[in-house]
T-cell receptor, first 113, second 117 residues
Framework: SAVISQKPSRDICQRGTSLTIQCQVD?????MFWYRQQPGQSLTLIAT?????????ESGFVIDKFPISRPNLTFSTLTVSNMSPEDSSIYLC??????????FGPGTRLTVT | AQKVTQAQTEISVVEKEDVTLDCVYE???????LFWYKQPPSGELVFLIR??????QNEISGRYSWNFQKSTSSFNFTITASQVVDSAVYFC??????????????FGRGTSLIVHP
């Protein structure tokens, strides 16, 4: 298993601004994942972040809107750019995955006004 | 395309009742992985179980049990003698090989279980 922390835990942001979410893992991992969970909904994979390479985005998500950094094997950031109220969600990072179980961070609850 | 259906949006039971959460999946792949996760009111997702497509053995862990049936593409989860602490949203997930060469999970919409004292 892995222990994952996220910052901030929650934020309220103005429309048009950007927020960077940090994800820290207590061990080195190859792949990290970023998910969005809209209120009362399931988890939707935004992108997969491998250290040393560009993130791989899922259909419907683009780098300009959700730029991701992965500077080392224990850390990643997701930026939500030019926010609108539709971006109000919980954003989760996770490790593991693929064939194996995932371990999730506590999430960042974002409200855009 | 891969799909996971959790038809039960919300289930409400009284403590000590048994409850089964349904999960039906769709995939054309022969190799895949199935998971259940629990998301309590605190929000943090917790892994419960993993199954690969070649292992149809049912599993029991305390009050939890899982029934995997490839013939019906189902991976159902039963809680015996439910407790208030079982109240949570439960997600079923299916992981299959993507065109990019990695296994990508697809989550169901989740079933909200409410256990009343």
């Amino acid at each position: 298993s892995a222990v994952i922390s996220q910052k901030p835990s929650r934020d309220i942001c103005q429309r048009g601004t950007s927020l960077t979410i940090q994800c820290q893992v207590d061990s080195q991992v190859t792949m990290m994942f970023w998910y969005r969970q809209q209120p009362g909904q399931s988890l939707t994979l935004i992108a997969t972040a491998n250290q040393g390479s560009e993130a791989t985005y899922e259909s419907g998500f683009v780098i300009d809107k959700f730029p991701i950094s992965r500077p080392n094997l224990t850390f990643s950031t997701l930026t939500v750019s030019n926010m609108s109220p539709e971006d109000s969600s919980i954003y989760l990072c996770s490790v593991g995955g693929g064939k194996y179980e995932q371990y999730f961070g506590p999430g960042t609850r974002l409200t855009v006004t | 395309a891969q799909k996971v259906t959790q038809a039960q949006t919300e289930i409400s039971v009284v403590e000590k009742e048994d409850v089964t959460l349904d999960c039906v999946y769709e995939t054309r792949d022969t190799t895949y992985y199935l998971f259940w996760y629990k998301q309590p009111p605190s929000g943090e997702l917790v892994f419960l179980i993993r199954r690969n497509s070649f292992d149809e053995q049912n599993e029991i862990s305390g009050r939890y049990s899982w029934n995997f049936q490839k013939s019906t593409s189902s991976f159902n989860f039963t809680i015996t003698a439910s407790q208030v602490v079982d109240s949570a949203v439960y997600f079923c997930a299916l992981s299959t090989l993507s065109s990019g060469g990695s296994y990508i999970p697809t989550f169901g919409r989740g079933t909200s279980l409410i256990v009343h004292p």
